[in-house]
T-cell receptor, first 116, second 116 residues
Framework: GNSVTQMEGPVTLSEEAFLTINCTYT??????LFWYVQYPGEGLQLLLK?????DKGSNKGFEATYRKETTSFHLEKGSVQVSDSAVYFC???????????????FGQGTILTVHP | GAVVSQHPSRVICKSGTSVKIECRSL??????MFWYRQFPKKSLMLMAT?????????EQGVEKDKFLINHASLTLSTLTVTSAHPEDSSFYIC????????????FGQGTRLTVV
């Protein structure tokens, strides 16, 4: 079956530090990959996505590249801000048809805290 | 992006009572809606998938008689937690997508349920 594994947190950084949150996946076929962010007390928001191998998703200074050879989709940001403090979820969705089409499989989430 | 509104955002109920959570797509047709449950400091677990006008498909281990899902229109799905118990306290999140337009899944804000 499909699964997503994220690096365990929490991750604590100082402002302007470099961020990497690792994400690897197991899936049949060619899934789409996503990073979602959940700010305190809020629902999930799509941060970025990639739908095929070697695609790079980017948004708000965050980037992630779909690496099929290593089945990874690591999230990076060159300089984090206090406002980036949130929980980050890596997820995948099958692209092919079938009963699991459209369902998202999430990683366990990584709590990021950025200090001034 | 598209808007999904979930209501209420927070609810406290007494043990043994039932609680209804609404999930509405405000500007697109939600042919498919997904209901997730998020345990503290853990990932989102898919509970069920519902297609408009059809019975929901529940994930293994989810009690369909306890978590009643109705998806009677293309803009509204409801989750009713019947005879709630303290162990049902959790964060419930819906997401919706338009299968025909092959959209991504858009998430509601989530509902914090506390059963006392």
């Amino acid at each position: 079956g499909n699964s997503v594994t994220q690096m365990e947190g929490p991750v604590t950084l100082s402002e302007e530090a470099f961020l990497t949150i690792n994400c690897t996946y197991t899936a049949t076929g060619y899934p789409s990959l996503f990073w979602y962010v959940q700010y305190p007390g809020e629902g999930l928001q799509l941060l970025l996505k990639a739908t095929k191998a070697d695609d790079k998703g980017s948004n708000k200074g965050f980037e992630a590249t779909y690496r099929k050879e290593t089945t990874s989709f690591h999230l990076e940001k060159g300089s984090v801000q206090v406002s980036d403090s949130a929980v980050y979820f890596c997820a995948l969705m099958r692209n092919a048809g079938g009963t699991s089409y459209g369902k998202l499989t999430f990683g366990q989430g990584t709590i990021l805290t950025v200090h001034p | 992006g598209a808007v999904v509104s979930q209501h209420p955002s927070r609810v406290i109920c007494k043990s043994g009572t039932s609680v209804k959570i609404e999930c509405r797509s405000l500007d697109f047709q939600a042919t498919t809606m997904f209901w997730y449950r998020q345990f503290p400091k853990k990932s989102l677990m898919l509970m069920a998938t519902s297609n408009e006008g059809s019975k929901a498909t529940y994930e293994q281990g989810v009690e369909k008689d306890k978590f009643l899902i109705n998806h009677a229109s293309l803009t509204l799905s409801t989750l009713t937690v019947t005879s709630a118990h303290p162990e049902d306290s959790s964060f419930y999140i819906c997401s919706a997508r338009d299968e025909f337009q092959n959209t991504e899944a858009f998430f509601g804000q989530g509902t914090r349920l506390t059963v006392v």
